[in-house]
């Protein structure tokens, strides 16, 4: 028979220590013995215990009112209701498939006032990692499709668009005031996002940014379609030490030459302090960056993630 220590026991149960010793001192609902420093030792049946009343309490049961009932009550009540339970908080609180079903169905029925009101639901209800990988990626991607086989129209398209740009643009300034303070004497805006000039898709972009915010570095998120030199500018005078850029891989030869023409003007007027990420894949050409310049390529927005955990890693450690 195992035994548990309070901070286990309350990590199982998704609650606060301090709540499981409210449970206990308030309304008795366990005694758990001591170990010979005096810390709360619990046996197998008092875990089992509590992790029925927590099931219950979720069912919308009060512990006051369960607290001192027998094991057996306990158990009796909650084959009771079951679903009862179950069905409130699967209601209360959807899964992230199900806030991306929600969002695509108002789309189809063009009621851009409940996707407004659906996308912040999503986005608090949500870890904001969930919401961006679970949620408005995968929305992205499948309003793209439905519209490429003629089963949403290209004005569905642009709404959500415009709806999405509204919601980051206040989501990202509450993620960024949280961000503030990172790094004492460096840069505020230690990232820089933007897209090359001529390429309007923005999500890559704006979900990289949130992410950033969400992990605590602070951004700045300069908006799509730059010229080369607009961005060297901002980059120097915001003092940035990495620059992202959403790329979108093409076929067509006048972009891919445009493109590296960008690339060619951006790497000579960029400070080569500054390291450029380009999120989205690889551009069509073998060498883009004088090799004193730090790059990185990356195909997702997991990648993003994990390499930016990794600087930010590193920059503490060197702090
Ligand atoms: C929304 C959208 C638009 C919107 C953009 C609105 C906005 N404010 O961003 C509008 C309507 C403006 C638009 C316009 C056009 N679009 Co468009 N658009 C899309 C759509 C539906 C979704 C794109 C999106 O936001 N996805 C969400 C992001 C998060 O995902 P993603 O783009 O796939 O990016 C992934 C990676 O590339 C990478 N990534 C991308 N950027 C970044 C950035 C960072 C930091 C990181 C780490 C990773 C990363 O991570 C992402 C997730 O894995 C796609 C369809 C689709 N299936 O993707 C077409 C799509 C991208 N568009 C396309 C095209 C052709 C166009 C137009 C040329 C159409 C036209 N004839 O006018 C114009 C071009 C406008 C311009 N000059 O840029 C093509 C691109 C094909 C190609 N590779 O060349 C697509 C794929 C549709 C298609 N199947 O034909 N579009």
Redesign the pocket.
């Known amino acids: 028979m195992g035994t548990y220590r309070l901070k286990s026991v309350a990590e199982h149960l998704g609650v606060s220590p301090h709540t499981v010793r409210a449970w206990e001192k308030r309304y008795r609902a366990v005694q758990p013995g001591r170990s010979g420093s005096g810390r709360r030792i619990y046996s197998e049946e008092e875990f089992r215990r509590l992790l029925l009343l927590n099931e219950l309490i979720k069912q919308g049961h009060s512990i006051s009112q369960i607290a001192q009932l027998s094991d057996k009550k306990l158990g009796d009540l909650k084959s009771k209701h079951p679903e009862k339970g179950a069905k409130l908080f699967q209601d209360l609180y959807p899964t992230a498939h199900q806030h991306l079903g929600k969002l695509l169905e108002s789309l189809h029925g063009f009621e851009l006032e409940k996707l407004s009101r659906q996308l912040e639901w999503a986005c608090l209800s949500l870890a904001c990692r969930d919401f961006v990988f679970e949620v ?2 995968p929305l ?2 499948e ?3 439905l ?2 086989s003629n089963k949403m129209s ?1 004005s569905q ?2 709404a ?2 415009s709806v999405l ?1 509204n919601h980051f643009s206040r989501a990202l300034q509450v993620l960024q005031n949280h961000a503030v303070g990172f790094g004492s004497g460096g840069s505020r805006h230690p990232l820089l ?1 933007t ?1 090359p000039e ?8 704006l ?2 940014a949130t992410l950033c915010a969400n992990l605590g570095v602070p951004a700045f998120y300069l908006g ?2 730059m010229p080369a030199k607009d961005i060297a500018e901002s980059a120097r005078r915001l003092g940035t030490s990495i620059l ?9 030869a006048q ?1 891919k030459e445009t493109l590296r023409k960008f690339f060619e003007e951006l790497d000579k007027l960029l400070p080569l302090s500054v390291e450029i ?1 380009v ?3 690889e551009p069509p050409f073998k060498k883009l960056f004088t090799s004193q310049r730090k790059s990185r390529f ?4 997991r ?2 993630e994990a390499q930016l955990g990794a600087w930010k890693k590193g920059l503490k450690s060197t702090t």
């Open positions: 408005v990626a992205m991607k309003v793209g499709n519209v490429l290209i398209e642009h959500l668009s740009r996002f897209t001529g390429d309007q898709h923005e999500f890559g972009i979900l990289g799509p379609s992202v850029l959403g790329n979108l891989p093409t076929a067509e972009r990420w999120g989205g894949g990356l195909l997702s927005l990648d993003f």
